[in-house]
């Protein structure tokens, strides 16, 4: 259902997009890369830290932080605030309360911002402590991870609608060539399909180059009014839309769709486009089933065409269909909650024109998702959002 009462999203900027360079493995902090970005971002607007007066901060292995501890942490004062725990679909929803906040006057320049350390245990403490559920449900039966939750929705979906290895892997190798045109990107070497296909088995269906790499880094970028950025002298995009459902079709046994399709109209509707309108997509792509679902969710095609989707277009940064440009995290990493902020920070700067090597000719209006917080056979979050470069 298409809801037209909502308040559209007019005179709300965002710019300045950071990303602090990803590695393997850190011994540093989640507080020290996300103060990197913040750092980042002040030294990019030309602005104070005190101009900062609102925080959105997402992350997994700050400990017992949160975004007020930040503040104190890091020297702002701010009066708006908040930690958003979504994991992958913790930018949309950043965005969202962000964009509102600036438009309520509660805040002029709110600071978005995600990142995470990876230690060499990082990973399997996370896993042991992710929810509840994950407690109780999953962890106990050795379970330890989302490779094998993934590999239940990946396996369903694939038999219900008669998708490949070599469908979904023409995903992973399209990522795989836009990466090496990015410097941020861990992944260096080229991919073919008869080495994703050939790659070693992680959870029937689940192979390695369908898996991201845990890694430490920090993605942000700031949200304002437009009055704010042009007395800035800043460059900024404009948001036209977003989506965000929780907990969606719930009555379906196993994941074969998620919020997107619930609300997929409102976002186009409020933008004011269709899905040919948009120059570049960069879908949250913790497993190529993950993007292919979206594929079809958001509107590219209907529910079970999505392997004859890909196999009918380019997704490379010069294809037809330009696709997670940096490389996406099957290819650039991902750094934790950064993950769910990395494609629409790519978006972001494909907009305006700022995305050096990965850069999609002309591009003025993408669409960047999320999904996040998988419990055992589905993922609970997602969301989408619709961002337009100044010169449309």
């Known amino acids: 259902m298409t809801n037209t009462l909502r308040t559209p999203y007019d005179g709300v900027a965002i710019a300045a997009p950071v990303t602090i360079p990803y590695v393997r493995y850190s011994i540093e902090s989640a507080q020290w890369w996300i103060g990197r970005a913040l750092s980042a971002l002040v030294a990019q607007a030309g602005i104070k830290a005190s101009d900062i007066d609102g925080l959105c901060v997402s992350s997994f292995t700050m400990g017992t932080d949160s ?6 942490h890091f020297g702002l004062c ?6 958003i725990p979504l994991g992958g679909a913790s930018a949309i929803a950043g965005l ?3 964009a509102r906040a600036v438009q309520a006057h509660d805040a002029d320049i709110v600071a978005c911002v995600a990142g995470d350390t990876n230690y060499v245990d990082s990973f399997r403490l996370t896993l042991e402590n992710f929810s509840r559920f994950n407690q109780d449900a999953v962890y106990p039966y050795g379970a330890g991870g989302a490779n094998a939750s993934f590999a239940l929705i990946a396996r369903n979906y694939m038999r219900t609608f008669g998708v490949t290895r070599e469908d979904v892997g023409r995903i992973a190798v399209a990522q795989r060539t836009n990466a090496l045109r990015n410097p941020y990107a861990l992944m260096k070497t080229p991919l073919t399909l008869e080495q994703y296909l050939a790659a070693r088995p992680i959870s029937d269906p689940i192979h390695l180059f ?15 009014r437009d009055e704010t950025a042009t007395s800035l002298g800043l460059p900024a995009a404009r948001l036209l839309s977003t989506i965000e459902r929780h907990n969606a079709f719930a009555d379906d046994p196993m994941q074969v769709r998620g919020g997107w399709a619930m609300d997929i109209g409102e976002l186009y509707a409020m933008a004011g486009v269709k899905p040919d309108d948009l120059d570049v997509v960069q879908t949250y792509d913790d497993y190529p089933v993950i993007t292919m679902m979206q594929f079809e969710d958001l509107g ?22 330009p696709h997670n440009t940096s490389g996406g995290q099957l290819s650039v990493g991902q750094a934790g909650a950064a993950g769910a902020y990395l494609g629409l920070v790519e978006g972001l700067r494909q907009v305006l ?8 000719s002309n591009a003025s209006v993408a669409l960047a998702s999320g999904f996040g917080m998988i419990n055992y056979d589905r993922g609970l979050a997602s969301g989408a959002a619709i961002l337009a470069g100044p010169s449309r």
Not at 67 to 72: D, M, R, S
Not at 78 to 83: A, F, H, N, Q
Not at 353 to 360: D, F, I, L, M, W
């Open 353 to 360: 024109g700022t995305a050096g090597p990965t850069q999609v």
């Open 210 to 224: 369908d898996c991201v790499m845990p890694c430490a880094g920090a993605e942000a970028f700031l949200v304002m």
């Open 96 to 98: 969202r309360k962000a």
């Open 78 to 83: 701010v009066r708006w605030l908040d930690t």
């Open 300 to 321: 590219f095609c209907k529910k079970g065409e999505g392997a004859e989707f890909v196999r009918q277009h380019d997704l490379t940064i010069d294809g037809d269909f």
């Open 67 to 72: 975004g007020v501890g930040l503040t104190q």
